[in-house]
């Protein structure tokens, strides 16, 4: 069974930057984010394809995150910039990816991204 772990969150102030790394237990296509804010569902944030080079956003985010692939490592990256305290959520890693943005069968446990005003 697919393990995924997530690394890199923390609280930030707002305008600030993140990277958060998603490694698998073993290579997967198709890795996704996702977040969920208190009270709010979870929601999609971005994917990354196998090679790195197909990527997927939701509008909210497009402008300010940029995702990334590391096969070597079974790794996914998310960048993201210019964070705003709306931005606050558990961030999760996922897999594989029902392109372009439909959650697979595991998950990460999660990682906190608090931004500060």
């Known amino acids: 069974q697919l393990q995924l772990e997530e690394s890199g969150g923390g609280l930030v102030e707002a305008g600030g930057s993140l990277k958060l790394a998603c490694t698998g237990s073993?290579?997967?296509?198709?890795i996704g984010w996702f977040r969920q804010a208190p009270g709010k569902e979870r929601e999609f944030v971005a994917a990354?394809?196998?090679?790195?080079?197909?990527?997927s956003y939701s509008d909210s985010m497009k402008d300010r995150v940029t995702v990334s692939k590391d096969p070597n490592k079974n790794t996914a990256l998310l960048q993201m910039n210019n964070l705003k305290p709306d931005d606050t959520a558990v961030y999760y890693c996922?897999?594989?990816?029902?392109?372009?943005?439909?959650?697979?069968?595991?998950w990460g446990r999660g990682i906190q991204v608090t931004v500060s005003s």
């Open positions: 073993y290579k997967t296509n198709n």
């Open positions: 996922n897999a594989p990816i029902d392109w372009p943005n439909i959650p697979g069968p595991f």
């Open positions: 990354v394809g196998q090679s790195g080079r197909t990527t």
